[in-house]
């Protein structure tokens, strides 16, 4: 049986850009550390779903609008997560338009996050 530690750090076929997307392995060990501040862009009734312990929840359409409450110190990462990665990966290139570089897409989103790295957390 294939365990969790022994796929790959981001979905199979998924094209991964380092300048706009973070692994879920490097999400998960930025968040142990200090590194990384977790934001959760999902709308509330896919919050009730599934979550990330440690997350910021900031639907996507409010993210421009509350980006000064992410709270990033120096040599931060802002990791931003959806349920696939497709929409946090449009809202991080959204925040790097507006500035915010270490804006960051969580590659897979929380379907790769349940898959790769906790099981426990739903998948739908």
Do not use: K
Request: with cysteine; hydrophobic share 40%.
């Amino acid at each position: 049986m294939t365990q969790p530690s022994d796929l790959p750090d981001n979905p199979p076929r998924w094209p991964f850009n380092p300048e706009l997307e973070i692994s879920v392995t490097d999400t998960r060990d930025g968040l142990a550390g200090g590194g990384v501040v977790l934001v959760d862009i999902r709308e509330p009734e896919e919050l009730a779903i599934a979550s990330v312990p440690g997350a910021v929840h900031i639907p996507m359409d409010q993210l421009a609008a509350r980006a000064n409450e992410m709270g990033l110190e120096e040599d931060q990462t802002l990791a931003l997560i959806c349920h696939t990665g497709r929409r946090s990966l449009a809202a991080a290139m959204a925040l790097q338009r507006m500035g915010l570089d270490e804006a960051r897409s969580v590659a897979g989103g929380i379907e790769w996050w349940s898959v790769r790295i906790d099981p426990s957390v739903p998948r739908y």
